[in-house]
């Protein structure tokens, strides 16, 4: 069935009422039946959870094949944790069959390519995918398509039932030996540990994995002991320099500053930009220093900014410091900055996934931003944007927040440059559409702004404020008159991911590739 | 190949920057920035023995890119190297609007360069005429040769002083209020307005000084130079903003050349606009002050 962005979806996918994406907002005012887990009594006042091994808190959980294993990834590209839990479950306690429902997955996790190929991790979900297991998964040697989900989608999914978790990992930079876990205080620090909350609360059984026990109680949490079966402490849970960066410094490269000040126009032509509106940026180059650019602006019409939110680092804690941001609402921190900051500086708080972004909860932060800005791999001139798929149609991304802040924002403004290396970014069709057209409002690029016809109050914003724009169709011709179009790819019919828009519907597949030949 | 149109003896020219002619990578797009003029460089930029690379480079971005509005002048090397006939040829050849004579001290220089100009024009079957000149002065010769360099040849546009070379010669260093280098640029633009030709200020090297950068465009502008020599693409709007006319002087000048133009018609040589007195003298000043609004998007009407 063709879907409302034009893709076709397998009919064999639309089954125990799964449907096909039909829009912005199309499950608004729908109920769902929230799930519940089924947890163990601990009545007996207990002196310590902490198991001596991993394989013994597996086994303490009733662990057994067939499972559904879930992590965060607050440790990002440092993350020990999902590899070992892996190792420990197959190849100790000879387990298969069993499902790894991630918040993300990156290339630290190239290790579990084998497994998928071995047979016994047979199910994947998550929002990102990427390095080793991208190849495995767009080679069709997963079993079952892998279902790639926003980091508001993942939430509504696990607390509507549609994915049970029965083993909720979560690796914790400090634990006390009941369980209480914070993201801060140890060697692997990871500040907020928002992606976490949702699995405590909705896991079965739940182990904490720690490389830095401390005195209990370990307040304030973000992982409470009432949630958690087991701890287990090990040697270390990551990588400390792949897990925060030191602080994430804003690009000096001139094109990424052009358009991050382009951006930074655009923002202030609307009529949001005003005392008190909410923003989130990501920290790719443009992305970033649109902070400093918009800065300038506030400075000059005297406003300051409400709130913030998002993953969070150094610049955008600099301006809570200077007092140019009321507060920073944080799921996640990319930098020490941001890390050391967290539950520190007054007004810079954490939240969960689903507070963050779960389009079927009553109050997503992300309901509430005037302003989002975005990246991307590709976009089209229908405004569909891809965040998961390379040109060659392998996985090795991740739609993150991107559909929900895209959805959710008043103005969402995708910067990328029109062209990389040797790729158009501006294109006809997007390979995988991960954030739907009519979420995105305007396109800021090296070659030119285009503003999404559905947005004519922008077109008119921009307009007023002398800001020139063009068609997207404009700046797709100036990319392939640069570089040329590229040839369709071609793939076969196995589906190897699917992809669920926020609100759970299909808005995407993505097939296995056909083996490329010159 | 790109067909570039005709070059303009006099355009707006606010922002020229330089940008190595040898990187692929920074001279593909560089209009997308939205300087006046780009200066592909083929002088200090290039090590000696990558010259011939650097031409080669510079031809081929010549013919395949579409520069559009951006004017494209090339900084070709100096009449004592072995070097500037070939770069003459290669510019003619390519088809660049401009070139700019390196460490230019006397009308001869501009001589020796325009009848190589004309000799590659006659060459390459390019329009005699076409390719535009200017000089920069990097010398106290230069400067006070600077009338008799302008008014040298009919293709010249413009002069600009090199702050780095001159400075050396006259054993100072870059300060605060300029003044190292006050006296150079005040004969510069005198000789450059006395011969009808444009004006350009130094380089400002020292990117991470905003505040310097800005004071010294401030001077720029406020002693009469047409535009300013950068080094990275940051530096242009600032440079846009601060040679931008105010909306008072728009709408002035807006009114003076209406009522030039209609006096004229009513056989009026003298009158008043607001309270002050107009003549013909004015129109030009008033004209250069819309085109110039027109280009930073402060003036949409007909009259310019």
Redesign the interface.
């Given at each position: 069935m063709i879907n409302k962005v034009g893709r076709d979806i397998p009919d064999y996918l639309l089954k125990d009422g799964k449907e096909v994406y039909q829009g912005k907002n199309y499950m608004d005012g729908k109920y769902i039946q929230k799930a519940s887990p089924k947890t163990r009594r601990y009545e007996t006042p207990q002196e310590s959870k902490v198991a001596e091994s991993i394989v013994k808190a597996l086994k303490d959980c009733g662990a057994k094949s067939g499972m559904t294993f879930s992590f965060h990834h607050h440790l990002r590209d440092g993350d020990f944790v999902v590899n070992m839990v892996m190792k420990a479950a197959i190849e100790e306690l000879g387990l298969d069959n069993l499902t790894i429902a991630a918040t993300s997955l990156g290339s630290a996790h190239d290790p579990i390519a084998e497994y998928i190929e071995q047979g016994k991790v047979v199910g994947i979900q998550t929002s990102g995918i990427r390095g080793k297991m991208g190849e495995v998964v767009s080679a069709g040697k997963l079993k079952t398509p892998a279902i790639i989900r926003s980091h508001g989608g993942r939430p509504r999914a696990i607390e509507g039932g549609e994915v049970h978790i029965d083993i909720a990992f979560i690796a914790a930079p400090t634990s006390d030996c009941v369980g209480n876990c914070r993201g801060i205080g140890g060697k692997s620090n990871c500040g907020s540990m928002g992606y976490a909350m949702t699995d405590a609360k909705y896991a079965d059984h739940v182990v904490v994995i720690t490389d830095c026990l401390v005195d209990f109680p370990n307040m304030p949490a973000s992982v409470e002991a009432i949630d958690v079966d087991a701890v287990v402490v090990v040697d270390s849970i990551g990588n400390p320099k792949k897990i925060a960066s030191a602080a994430a410094r804003i690009s000096q490269n001139?094109?990424d500053?052009?358009m991050a000040?382009d951006v930074a126009r655009v923002i202030a032509s609307t009529p949001y930009f005003k005392e008190g509106f909410s923003f989130q940026t990501g920290v790719g180059g443009p992305s970033l220093a649109a902070n400093l650019f918009l800065e300038k602006y506030m400075d000059e019409r005297n406003i300051k900014m409400g709130w913030a939110i998002g993953g969070i680092c150094g610049p955008m804690v600099e301006l809570l410091k200077k007092g140019k941001v009321g507060k920073v609402i944080d799921v996640q921190d990319f930098d020490l900055d941001a890390v050391n900051s967290i539950n520190q500086t007054p007004n810079h708080f954490e939240m969960s996934a689903s507070q963050y972004a779960n389009p079927a909860n009553k109050g997503a932060f992300v309901n509430k931003l005037d302003f989002v800005v975005l990246a991307a791999l590709e976009i089209d001139t229908g405004f569909n944007v891809n965040v998961l798929t390379g040109s060659d149609g392998v996985l090795r991304g991740a739609p993150g927040g991107h559909p929900d802040t895209a959805a959710g924002s008043k103005c969402c403004i995708i910067v990328t440059p029109l062209i990389r290396g040797r790729m158009a970014t501006v294109c006809e069709h997007v390979v995988t559409v991960t954030t739907p057209g009519d979420c995105v409002d305007v396109l800021v690029t090296?070659?030119g702004i285009a503003v999404n016809p559905l947005r004519k109050d922008l077109i008119e914003c921009l307009d007023n404020a002398?800001i020139k724009h063009v068609t997207i169709e404009e700046l797709k011709n100036k990319a392939y008159s640069?570089v040329g179009r590229p040839d369709d790819l071609e793939w076969e019919d196995k589906v190897v991911a699917v992809l669920e828009a926020r609100d759970g519907t299909i808005l995407d597949v993505v097939k296995k590739i056909k083996p490329y030949k010159i | 190949m790109i067909p570039r149109p005709r070059p303009e003896r006099f355009r707006l020219r606010r922002t020229m920057m330089f940008m190595n002619a040898q990187k692929p990578g920074l001279i593909k797009d560089a209009y997308i920035y939205g300087c006046d003029s780009i200066m592909l460089d083929l002088e200090d930029a290039v090590a000696e023995n990558q010259k011939d690379a650097a031409r080669f480079s510079l031809y081929h971005a010549l013919k395949t890119i579409d520069y559009g509005d951006t004017e494209v002048i090339v900084r070709i090397n100096g009449l004592d190297t072995p070097h500037w006939q070939e770069d003459i040829r290669v510019c003619v050849a390519g088809g660049a609007d401009g070139i700019r004579i390196a460490k230019c001290e006397s009308a001869k220089d501009v001589l020796t360069v325009e009848a190589a100009v004309e000799k590659a024009e006659e060459e390459f079957g390019v329009e005699k005429g076409r390719t535009l000149l200017m000089a920069a002065l990097e010398s106290p010769k230069g400067i006070l040769n600077a009338y008799e360099i302008c008014a040298a040849s009919s293709r010249m546009f413009g002069v600009a002083i090199s702050g780095g070379d001159f400075r050396k010669c006259m054993q100072t260093t870059p300060q605060r209020d300029g003044i190292d280098m006050v006296t150079a640029r005040g004969l510069m633009l005198i000789a450059a307005r006395a011969a009808g030709v444009q004006c350009f200020d130094t380089v400002f090297t020292n990117l991470d000084d905003n505040e310097g950068f800005e004071a010294e465009v401030r001077q720029n502008k406020a002693m009469g130079f047409d535009g300013k020599s950068l080094i990275n693409p940051k530096q242009i709007r600032l440079v846009h903003q601060l040679f931008a006319p105010t909306e008072k002087e728009v709408i002035q000048a807006e009114k003076i050349v209406r009522a030039v133009r209609e006096n004229a018609a009513k056989g009026l040589g003298v009158f008043t606009v607001d309270g002050k007195m107009i003549d013909i003298a004015f129109l030009p000043g008033a004209e250069r002050t819309l085109r110039l609004a027109r280009a930073c998007g402060m003036y949409e009407g007909d009259l310019v």
């Open positions: 001139p094109r500053l052009m000040e090296d070659y002398g640069l | -």
